[in-house]
């Protein structure tokens, strides 16, 4: 069993290598979490595995670590109101701008991305949009998904989900037109597969790299931050943003209490923000 000084020294190691806050009734999570790690390490206790990461210079065990501390529940189309806005005001709006020659590219920013998901929906909602704007192409968009994991990064690419995955949230339209069954897997077709780039990325790190993007993901993610970190990410993602840029957020999220740099908005039944 995990004593409360060892969970307090691996809480405090995973969030200053990637954000994650813990709170202290959370050390169920840890120990389930890390025991069969603790075991395959050879570690006699939590304490044990602690130092032997510490003094890993590799830091493949320190990934191994957050990567089993990380959550990474996801699954098609969540909570829908995001991709409803985007085909219904977001995507219209570039579309015209594309038509005019105000621009050429939509950038997204799907961070925190998961087995992929997320991402691959937007794409999808993507191919169903310009279905009836045939002006637009899929070489208009660009889509990057990040995650920490490299696991999940791995699978994402891959495109490939058994029955339970690919039933979470997508209807069988979709499904029997952006995907091939093999037995129990479904693969993501190509055309789907090939609008996203996966790409490892730490939210702690810069990512001005990552260049101005027009419409950003950043949901179900900052609910496990510290108010410090949230509102350090949040500025961030404003100064990366073009002006008027989207931001959407998990639907039980809000940044109301964190920053001043957007301005909430209301479309139908959903919520989405604009810097200003």
């Given at each position: 069993?995990i ?19 813990l ?11 890390l ?67 105000k621009?050429?590219?939509?950038r ?7 087995t ?12 169903e ?6 002006r637009?192409k ?25 029955n339970?995955?690919i ?33 490892k990325l ?22 496990y ?35 001043q ?12 923000y604009?810097?200003?």
């Amino acid at each position: 069993m995990i004593t409360i000084d060892e969970f307090r020294l691996i809480r405090d190691y995973v969030e200053k290598h990637c954000g994650i806050h813990l709170s202290d009734d959370k050390t169920y999570l840890v120990e389930t979490r890390l025991t069969t790690m603790m075991f395959e390490q050879g570690c006699n206790t939590f304490g044990d595995l602690y130092n032997r990461a510490v003094l890993d210079k590799t830091h493949t065990l320190r990934d191994k670590i957050i990567e089993a501390i990380t959550t990474n529940e996801t699954f098609w189309f969540r909570d829908i109101h995001p991709f409803s806005i985007l085909t219904e005001l977001v995507l219209k709006q570039y579309a015209d701008e594309i038509a005019a020659g105000k621009r050429n590219k939509i950038r997204f920013w799907c961070c925190a991305c998961s087995t992929g998901q997320e991402p691959y929906s937007i794409a999808m909602t993507f191919l169903e949009f310009i279905r009836h704007y045939p002006r637009l192409k899929p070489e208009n968009i660009e889509i990057l998904a990040t995650d920490i994991s490299s696991t999940v990064l791995f699978l994402g690419k891959l495109g490939r989900y058994d029955n339970l995955a690919i039933t979470r949230g997508l209807g069988e339209e979709y499904r029997d037109r952006y995907f091939v069954q093999n037995n129990k897997i479904w693969t993501i077709s190509d055309e789907v597969k090939k609008m996203v780039r996966f790409q490892k990325l730490n939210l702690q790190e810069s990512f001005n790299h990552l260049g101005k993007q027009d419409i950003i993901f950043c949901r179900n993610i900052l609910i496990y931050f510290s108010l410090e970190f949230k509102q350090d990410i949040l500025k961030r993602i404003a100064a990366l943003l073009r002006p008027g840029g989207y931001l959407f957020l998990g639907a039980s999220e809000s940044i109301i209490m964190y920053t001043q740099e957007y301005e909430m908005q209301r479309h139908a039944m959903g919520l989405y923000y604009q810097v200003k």
